[in-house]
């Protein structure tokens, strides 16, 4: 059975919430839940416990997958919040992960980063982030819609001999898109997959060096049911993850 440590989203305290309105919620989405299971595959939410009760379970893990959730806190990549802190992520969620994703790395387990874990990930390894695409890079097209949400879409385009590319076998996928946040500066050593051909935003990247295995994407795969006639199938993503596990 392989064994998929998924780091958890938080809910925080909100009396005006009728269902445990007063404590903090751990979890994760069900697509993500469902897009992870298959026969001899489990995945398994990773607690916010203190770091020594921790680390016993994330060594019985084969591999780590990063969902995603809120943004990522600009003092994580050295700079102050634009539009008065108007973005100000979440800085606790940031730290808990942060941690994980480095002994990961340390201990050569494969990562695969999805949307807020693709901007954590790029982080990670010294990269920073637009704090908001409209605001900062002017992007003329959309990539987040509140209403829509995981029915928008826009194409992405494969670098030549990239890891996409060998893993969907063409140069140009569709794909949804669902984050108003991206990458800036793209971290050290990590390799360039994709990219929104319309504003050249970085959409997908890899890190393989030395038995570490790092996979990441801007979009969610586990949402791609909602308009899985426009944009490519997920599958083939969780596959070649999956085949990297030892």
């Known amino acids: 059975m392989i064994k998929l440590g998924v780091t958890s989203c938080f809910m925080y305290p909100d009396p005006n919430r009728v269902v445990f309105g007063h404590k903090t919620l751990t979890y994760f989405e069900h697509d993500m839940s469902r897009y992870l299971s298959r026969k001899g595959v489990m995945p398994i939410l990773l607690p916010d416990l203190p770091w020594e009760e921790l680390e016993q379970y994330l060594q019985e893990m084969d591999a780590f997958v990063f969902q995603g959730g809120a943004d990522i806190a600009p003092r994580n990549y050295g700079e102050e919040g634009i539009e008065n802190g108007r973005w100000p992520g979440d800085y606790h969620r940031d730290q808990y992960e942060l941690k994980i994703m480095d002994w990961a790395f340390k201990n050569k387990k494969p990562i695969y980063a999805i949307c807020r874990g693709f901007q954590l990930a790029n982080v990670y390894f010294g990269g920073t982030l637009f704090q908001d695409l409209k605001i900062q890079k002017k992007t003329p097209i959309e990539h987040r819609n509140a209403e829509l949400y995981d029915r928008i879409f826009h194409e992405v385009e494969m670098t030549s001999g990239s890891l996409l590319e060998k893993i969907y076998k063409t140069k140009k996928i569709t794909v949804n898109s669902v984050h108003h946040q991206g990458i800036k500066t793209l971290g050290a050593k990590l390799q360039v997959d994709a990219i929104c ?50």
């Open 197 to 246: 051909p319309e504003d050249q935003l970085i959409e997908a990247f890899h890190y393989e060096e030395e038995d570490h295995f790092v996979m990441a994407v801007q979009w969610h795969p586990e949402f791609s049911h909602s308009i899985k006639d426009i944009v490519a199938d997920p599958k083939p993503l969780l596959d070649y993850f999956l085949s990297r596990i030892k």
